[in-house]
């Protein structure tokens, strides 16, 4: 049964040295949770980004949280590149398992299925390949001269995202979102902010159901008004992109980021 927390107690529920999948900067980011990892100082995480990482990832890693990135990219936007991931990268401090979408969503989608790889095509003669060792090369058995990379299965130990609504059930709308089921159904735990939630069952009604995330693969849930914040969330509001900015400034320095860190008025706030 899915249970509704307080953020704090929901945040708790995450171990340090835990593998942490998390969406790409459009598709309902926790950064109410994010916020909350750092007040309680949860560390050496194992960052899965569902594909690529954003403001999220840069800051986790600016507050000496990560441990490893598997992604394909991190990246703040039109805000540029994301300063402590590059810093990190650079000085190794932190491990990084390069990697591409399509492999990404392959070995997720492995780990939902209960097998121990899925083949892919696309990789063969590339940086990425050649610094993935656990990656393997083979030949299609039903085929001649047909070289595929295996892809082993991602299961993360939590899924942490944030949605616009869920019923007092558990169940959880996320419309298209549908990387956001992927990381559900291939975690371990399911974590979830929301900003609403209503009594009524999402699964009978015939419009909103196609894009329900059943309760069956959520853990527990938390209300929290504009928990995406300061990225948007679809249907809901906008991106803030000043404030993304800001951070981008702030954190060119480490200076610069313990300051925002510290300070940001979006992360100073108690959320309910």
């Known amino acids: 049964m899915t249970e509704r927390l307080h953020l704090s107690e929901l945040i708790a529920r995450i171990p340090s040295g835990t593998k942490l999948a998390v969406p790409v900067d459009y598709a309902g980011v926790s950064m109410s949770g994010t916020a909350e990892i750092i007040r309680q100082n949860i560390g050496g995480l194992h960052l899965i980004c569902v594909p690529t990482g954003g403001m999220q990832v840069d800051m986790l890693v600016g507050a000496g949280l990560v441990a490893c990135v598997e992604t394909s990219a991190v990246s703040l936007g039109e805000a540029g590149g994301a300063p402590c991931f590059n810093r990190a990268v650079k000085q190794g401090s932190i491990k990084l398992m390069d990697a591409t979408c399509p492999a990404i969503h392959a070995g997720l989608i492995a780990a939902q299925k209960g097998v121990p790889f899925l083949p892919i095509r696309g990789l063969i003669g590339s940086d990425v390949f050649e610094n993935r060792k656990d990656w393997k090369l083979i030949d299609n058995p039903f085929g001649e001269n047909d070289p595929l990379v295996l892809i082993p299965a991602i299961q993360p130990d939590y899924a942490l995202f944030h949605a616009p609504l869920a019923d007092k059930y558990g169940n959880v709308w996320i419309g298209r979102r549908r990387e956001l089921a992927t990381m559900a159904y291939a975690a371990k735990h399911t974590l979830i902010t929301v900003e609403k939630i209503t009594d009524d069952n999402l699964?009978?009604?015939?419009?909103?159901?196609?894009?329900?995330?059943?309760?069956?693969?959520?853990?527990?849930?938390?209300?929290?008004?504009?928990?995406?914040?300061?990225?948007?969330?679809?249907?809901?509001?906008?991106?803030?992109?000043?404030?993304?900015?800001?951070?981008?400034?702030?954190?060119?320095?480490?200076?610069?980021?313990?300051?925002?860190?510290?300070?940001?008025?979006?992360?100073?706030?108690?959320?309910?």
């Open 203 to 272: 699964l009978d009604d015939e419009v909103m159901a196609a894009g329900v995330l059943p309760s069956l693969y959520v853990d527990a849930v938390a209300h929290v008004s504009n928990g995406a914040a300061p990225y948007g969330v679809w249907g809901e509001y906008p991106a803030d992109a000043q404030e993304i900015a800001a951070y981008a400034k702030a954190a060119q320095t480490e200076e610069g980021v313990a300051d925002y860190l510290a300070t940001a008025s979006w992360m100073q706030e108690q959320r309910t």
